[in-house]
Each structure stands twice: as C-alpha cells, then as structure tokens.
Nanobody, 118 residues
Framework: VQLQASGGGLVQAGGSLRLSCAASGRTVGIYARGWFRQAPGKEREFVAEIISRGAVISYAESVKGRFTISRDNGRNTWFLQMTSLKPEDTAVYYC????????????WGRGTLVTVSS
C-alpha cells in the first residue's frame, strides 16, 4: 500500500489545519489507519488511530480534545483535524496503516510538515 499525506503548512499558535492521507495499492483489509509525528531531534510518536470503520479511535494524551481523526469510508482517505495548535505540535506528520495480525504500523508514506509559530 502506498500512502501520501498532505495538508501541512505554517500556522500560528491557536490555529487549525486538516491533514489528509490517501492510500492506494493494496488497500483491501486494512485494519487500522494512524497518524504519527516526528519533531526535530525526537523520535516518531503516535498521534491518533482509527480502527476498522471507526469502531475504535485512540489519541495520544498530548492531542486529546484538540485533534480529531476521521475517515472517508467510501474512499481510502483519512484525516486529522488539528485545532488549538501549539508550537510543540511542530513536526513532520506521517500516516501509516496496520493489517490484521500485525502489531506494528507500516507502509509509511512521505510525511507532511506542520509548523506552528508562537
């Protein structure tokens, strides 16, 4: 499966952005769709995931109440609506998928840079 994240940009603190991830190729049977981020000098970290058709949604504590993950069930696309952005949200955001029986995410696509200015 190939993934392409988009929607990043420069925004002031308190602003909003909506990221999109488009999947192509082997998309049948995807179990979970996730968002991760990697800030400069830090390891990649989990942001949010949506499992199956939205039966289970999880968020990192740092983004709860500010970010919302959703998916378009008719297309292989999912989103990350980010509000009340903070400078510490600055990172390259990646989308990834997980298939049944696999514990880790894979198929990392090219990320999209989000920069939040103070």
């Amino acid at each position: 499966v190939q993934l392409q994240a988009s929607g990043g940009g420069l925004v002031q603190a308190g602003g909003s952005l909506r990221l999109s991830c488009a999947a192509s190729g082997r998309t049948v049977g995807i179990y979970a769709r996730g968002w991760f981020r990697q800030a400069p000098g830090k390891e990649r970290e989990f942001v949010a995931e949506i499992i199956s058709r939205g039966a289970v949604i999880s968020y990192a504590e740092s983004v709860k109440g500010r970010f919302t993950i959703s998916r378009d069930n008719g297309r292989n696309t999912w989103f990350l609506q980010m509000t009340s952005l903070k400078p510490e949200d600055t990172a390259v955001y990646y989308c990834a998928v997980r298939f049944p029986g696999v514990s880790e995410y894979g198929s990392w696509g090219r990320g999209t840079l989000v920069t939040v200015s103070s």
